[in-house]
């Protein structure tokens, strides 16, 4: 059944910033599985994470060797936290299959713009001392400058989402004006990562500008393509959101506000939580200022 409500109807925002209150925090869950990922391809042993949204998330890892770090098998180690949500950001608009439903399309367009934004943007930007891009920059010689590169490939990578929401705002409004598409823009993809920024500062206790610059430039970026570009309407026949589906988004929520609070909550003492299921060696990674929790997991 083909939706016959409009993309700035209350109810449909209301969709979609649950949408996003799901996909800001999934995005921190993507760069971690990414270094993880390379991690293991290069040799690790994935024994935990930490997920805090006020500074650089982590596979926790033991590594095989001291000079693990510089040695070239770790670039995977290193890039993966960027890499995995790059991909996931610029392919999950055109290729995902889900169902024909607004409420589907909506999380997959807040789900590519989280990726883009806060794994690729936002991340790299937020330790300027030891995040992933930063310290595999030092460790082989090159400016730290470069990771100033990052927020035009978020930058670039979001502009698929927001796209796909100017294509789906046109299915009711085929004229639709600039002021328009930047309120959409701004009301959907904005709202929700000034949100973002704000918990982050307020957990902080200030504002990380680098980082908060970062996510601006690719905002900026989506809402100058608001400005010049008119897409074509979305021309699937989409049904309407439903009981069912809002309440998957609500879980959702749940599930990631939950992974977040007991993978990266803030402690005492300006540490942060993490979660380990493995046992650390004498060469793992667990920064000075994580506070790993042991888990239990029950063996066969």
């Known amino acids: 059944m083909r939706s016959d409500l409009d993309l700035m109807a209350p109810p449909v925002l209301g969709i979609s910033w649950l949408a996003a209150a799901a996909a800001l925090p999934l995005a921190l869950i993507m760069a971690m599985v990414g270094q993880g990922l390379g991690a293991l391809v ?3 042993g994935w024994i935990g994470l930490s997920l805090p949204i006020d500074r650089q998330v982590w596979a926790l890892v033991n590594q095989p060797v001291l000079n693990f770090a510089s040695e070239p098998v770790a670039a995977g180690y290193w890039l993966g936290s960027l890499v995995l949500p790059l991909a996931i950001a610029a392919t999950l608009v055109p290729l995902l299959p889900r169902a024909r439903s607004l409420t589907a399309e909506l999380a ?12 690729v943007a936002w991340l ?18 090159m400016p730290v400058r470069v990771t100033w590169l990052v927020p035009l490939l978020g930058a670039g990578a979001a502009l698929l989402p927001t796209l796909r929401l100017l294509a789906l705002a046109r299915r009711q409004r085929q004229h639709t004006g600039r002021g328009f598409r930047l309120l959409v823009v701004a009301a959907h993809l904005g709202l929700p990562l000034a949100i973002w920024v704000g918990m982050a500062s307020a957990i902080r206790g200030s504002l990380p500008s680098a980082a908060a610059i970062a996510v601006a430039i690719a905002l900026a970026a989506s809402l100058m393509l608001a400005w010049f570009r008119y897409p074509a309407p ?6 309407e959101p439903s009981a069912g589906g809002v309440f998957g988004l609500a879980l959702a929520v749940i599930v990631m506000a939950t992974i977040l609070w007991v ?8 540490k942060s939580a993490g979660v380990l299921w493995g046992q650390p060696q004498a060469f793992n990674n667990i920064r000075q200022w994580i506070e790993p929790i042991p888990v239990a997991l029950r063996r066969p």
Do not use: I, K, T, Y
């Not at 790299?124 to 010689?141: E, T």
């Not at 979305?234 to 049904?239: G, T």
């Open 42 to 44: 290069g040799g690790c």
């Open 108 to 119: 997959v367009v807040q789900m590519a713009w989280g990726a883009a934004v806060v794994a």
């Open 124 to 141: 790299p930007l937020l330790d300027a001392d030891d995040g992933h891009l930063v310290r595999w920059l030092a460790l082989h010689g």
């Open 234 to 239: 979305f021309v699937h026949p989409l049904s």
């Open 263 to 270: 993978g990266g909550r803030r402690l005492p003492d300006e």
